[in-house]
């Protein structure tokens, strides 16, 4: 296969706060979520590179962000100790506000059953449901440091984990059995789940990145 390597353009997006820790693309791809440094949410056309509007809540930096699938509801984790839900479906963007003993470093929305993961500044993960019927939460511990990134699976069932401490986990959802485990050879800073549910990729601060097969 041959892989063009013309450019085809990119645009640039200038943020007004000082530095921007986390995005996420809404399903239709018409619009960029950005957490900021200074607390905000900055909402950007991403056709046409301008700033539509700013979500305001955290007092602390806005470090992760997830959409859910069907585009409706944004969720951010900040350094305030706060996971905040914003209603996309309401012009007035309904806040609804999360509180934990930890800063948030990572976030994920389940694909399925409306479970919310948190991972943590403390080393925990905590994971609650947003329907107010279901009163279940779940802590979990395996991590020794900080939880630097979350990510589910496209089927829901299970998340994976990595942290300061060179760990990559997974988790089944939402109990939180510990199905694999890894030791890596330095801080795993982020990671990834192939569409098919097939593939997990890392990435490290030893310079690589890992690929894992997903064997059912």
């Known amino acids: 296969a041959v892989v ?3 450019s085809t353009g990119k645009g640039e997006i200038k943020s007004p706060a000082p530095a921007c820790y986390a995005v ?3 399903p239709d791809n018409k619009t960029c979520f950005s957490c900021c440094s200074d607390g905000n949410i900055a909402v950007w056309d991403l056709h046409n590179k301008e700033l539509i509007k700013q979500f305001q809540g955290h007092t602390d930096g ?3 962000t997830d959409i859910s699938t069907d585009g409706t509801k944004l969720w951010t984790g900040g350094l305030d100790n706060t996971v905040r839900a914003w209603d996309l479906r309401d012009t007035s963007n309904k806040l609804e506000t999360y509180e934990f003993t930890s800063q948030i470093f990572s976030l994920g929305y389940c694909p399925k059953d409306d479970w919310v993961a948190v991972g943590m500044e403390s080393c925990y993960i905590e994971l609650f449901n947003v ?3 279901i009163t279940e939460k779940y802590q979990l511990q395996k991590h020794e440091s900080s ?3 979350l990510k589910f699976s496209s089927d829901g069932n299970w998340f994976v984990t990595t942290g300061k401490d060179n760990q990559m986990n997974i988790w089944t959802t ?3 059995y510990n199905a694999y485990h890894s030791q890596e050879a330095a801080s795993v800073l982020g990671c990834d789940i192939s569409e098919d549910d097939r ?3 890392t990435g490290s601060g030893d310079k690589k990145a890992t690929l ?3 064997v059912y």
Do not use: R
């Open 4 to 6: 063009s390597t013309q």
């Open 174 to 176: 939402p109990h939180g």
């Open 199 to 201: 593939f997990i990729i």
């Open 62 to 64: 806005a470090s992760c």
């Open 147 to 149: 939880v630097l990134s």
């Open 24 to 26: 996420a693309i809404s």
């Open 131 to 133: 329907n107010k019927s």
């Open 212 to 214: 894992y097969e997903v």
